[in-house]
Each structure stands twice: as C-alpha cells, then as structure tokens.
C-alpha cells in the first residue's frame, strides 16, 4: 500500500508566504515525477509546478518567480514554498506523485494527495 499526504494550506493575506508539503509512504520502490496541482471552484485542476527525480523543474507562467517546487528523494517528500500570493491562488492544491511501488518489476501508477486549501485574502 501507498499512501500520499499533502499539508500546509490555510488562509494567508495577499503578498504572504506559506509552505506545502506531501509525503509518500508505504511500500514504494521509486517514485520518479513528483507535482503540485491545484482546482479553484468551478475550474479545472491545473498544473502549478512539477519536477523529476533529478530535480528538473517545470513550472506554470502564472507561478514562475513566485513559487519554489523541491524535493527529498531519501525521505519520498515534496515541499511547494509560496510567496507573493495573490487572490488568484486560491484554490485546493493537490499532490501527485507517480510512484512504482513494491519491486522494479511493479508497474508505476499515479498517486494523488487528498488536496489542502490555500485561501488568499485580506
């Protein structure tokens, strides 16, 4: 069994920080990309930042500059630093990790976080 478990929403003003992080347990042999995506109400979940196990990072135009994506290949985590939020970064943000669990010889699946909600608002 895996398990992926995303944390650290909340509500912060407008130009504040916050940190998220996710953590992959359970019987995993390699997890390759790890990313964050996120779902404002009444859109579609969107890619926000995404990096590969050597640490390759791939972010969306609305985020560059302003969010940090890193990763722990020794204890299976991915952190998302925040800054410079804006009302538009509202939403519930989700963590993915494509994971092949148990032996090399076990197929690699998509696991997904239960989401945490950011809210950005004065």
């Known amino acids: 069994q895996v398990q992926v478990v995303d944390s650290g929403g909340g509500l912060v003003q407008p130009g504040g920080s916050l940190k998220l992080s996710c953590a992959a347990s359970?019987?995993?042999?390699?997890?390759?990309?790890m990313a964050w995506y996120r779902q404002a109400p009444g859109k579609q979940r969107e890619l926000v930042a995404d990096?590969?196990?050597?640490?390759?990072?791939n972010y969306a135009d609305s985020v560059k500059g302003r969010f940090t994506i890193s990763r722990d290949n020794a204890k299976n985590t991915v952190l998302l630093q925040m800054n410079s939020l804006k009302p538009e970064d509202t939403a519930v943000y989700y963590c993915?990790?494509?994971?092949?669990?148990?032996?090399?010889?076990?197929?690699?699946?998509?696991?997904w976080g239960p989401g945490t909600q950011v809210t950005v608002s004065s």
């Open positions: 990096i590969s196990r050597g640490g390759s990072t």
């Open positions: 993915y990790a494509n994971i092949q669990s148990g032996t090399i010889y076990t197929r690699r699946r998509d696991y």
């Open positions: 359970g019987s995993i042999f390699m997890i390759y990309t």
